[in-house]
Nanobody, 122 residues
Framework: QVQLVESGGGLVQPGDSLRLSCEGS????????MHWFRQAPGKERDFVAAITWSGESTYYGDSVKDRFTISRDKSKNTVYLEMKNLKPEDTAVYYC???????????????WGKGTLVTVSS
């Protein structure tokens, strides 16, 4: 069993940076591929970024490439999402998810956090 808790969301202005954290618990946490998805009001949940269990490979959604960076610290059982040059369209609830396989769609992932809200507004 893996439990995931996101943190770091908040209200920021366009152009600002923010770092989200996802702390996991469970003996096998290090063996899972980790993901970030987001869901804006009235929209479907979209893929943001993912990282393999080893941390050697990362993947990003087209809308966040070159602005967001995913990383993981196995010693802290934590995955991060560093977000730069935030835009109003980045406003969403951001979810952390874990699965044995790396996925770019939100169906079938084994474990989910409850999400953290990021609001980008002037």
């Amino acid at each position: 069993q893996v439990q995931l808790v996101e943190s770091g969301g908040g209200l920021v202005q366009p152009g600002d940076s923010l770092r989200l954290s996802c702390e996991g618990s469970g003996r096998s946490f290090g063996a899972y591929a980790m993901h970030w998805f987001r869901q804006a009001p009235g929209k479907e949940r979209d893929f943001v970024a993912a990282i393999t269990w080893s941390g050697e490979s990362t993947y990003y959604g087209d809308s966040v490439k070159d602005r967001f960076t995913i990383s993981r610290d196995k010693s802290k059982n934590t995955v991060y999402l560093e977000m730069k040059n935030l835009k109003p369209e980045d406003t969403a609830v951001y979810y952390c998810a874990a699965d044995g396989l790396l996925r770019v769609h939100d169906s079938g992932l084994e474990y989910w956090g409850k999400g953290t809200l990021v609001t980008v507004s002037s």
